[in-house]
């Protein structure tokens, strides 16, 4: 049986209330960020509580939403820091060179030679490109990959690795 985070991607997040009538701040990590409402009702991260939301307007950083039940200021705020999540199925399938982070998160990276670096602990964007955050008992601290064609030509999901090609003196 499948375990039901394994097939939810997480699609956005509550950052609290927007105004004192209940609507709430949404951060949308969909590719277009308007089409998160299109996955609607979203889901808590253990699938057990359904989010249903309509976007309102598009705010700083954002949109303000509002979602069935919340009708106060203080409901909002209570949401604050709440993933919202969409079941796999609902998303669109990626081309052949585009992951979900979800997918990459935990998979094993190598480097071209076969030596294990360390496994994927998140993905990170600071603006520029993705970068991967890997760790792992020969790391004294955490490794940030660019995740680009040329550090990391290869990714196997279906055997859990990447091979990585970082650049000189990272690792």
Do not use: W
């Not at 699938?47 to 939403?65: I, S």
């Not at 199925?89 to 360390?118: C, R």
């Not at 993705?130 to 940030?144: F, K, N, S």
């Amino acid at each position: 049986m499948s375990d039901v985070k394994d097939d939810l991607i997480c699609v956005g997040a509550l950052a609290g209330s927007y105004g004192v009538r209940g609507e709430v701040r949404l951060k949308s990590f969909c590719a277009i960020p308007e089409e998160i409402e299109d996955y609607s009702p979203l889901l808590s991260e253990d699938g057990k509580t359904k989010y249903m939301l309509a976007l309102t307007r598009a705010v700083k950083n954002g949109f303000a939403a509002r979602i069935v039940g919340v009708e106060t200021k203080e409901q909002g705020d209570a949401l604050k820091g709440v993933k919202l999540y969409a079941p796999r199925d609902m998303l669109p399938m990626l081309p052949d060179d585009e992951f979900y982070h979800a997918d990459l998160i935990g998979l094993s990276v190598f480097d071209t030679g076969g030596t294990l670096l360390g496994q994927v602990k998140a993905v990170q964007n600071y603006g520029a490109d993705d970068l991967l955050e890997i760790h792992g008992p020969g790391l004294a601290a955490t490794v940030l990959l660019p995740f680009t064609l040329a550090a990391v030509p290869t990714v196997d999901l279906a055997q859990g690795r990447i091979i990585a090609d970082p650049p000189e003196g990272l690792f």
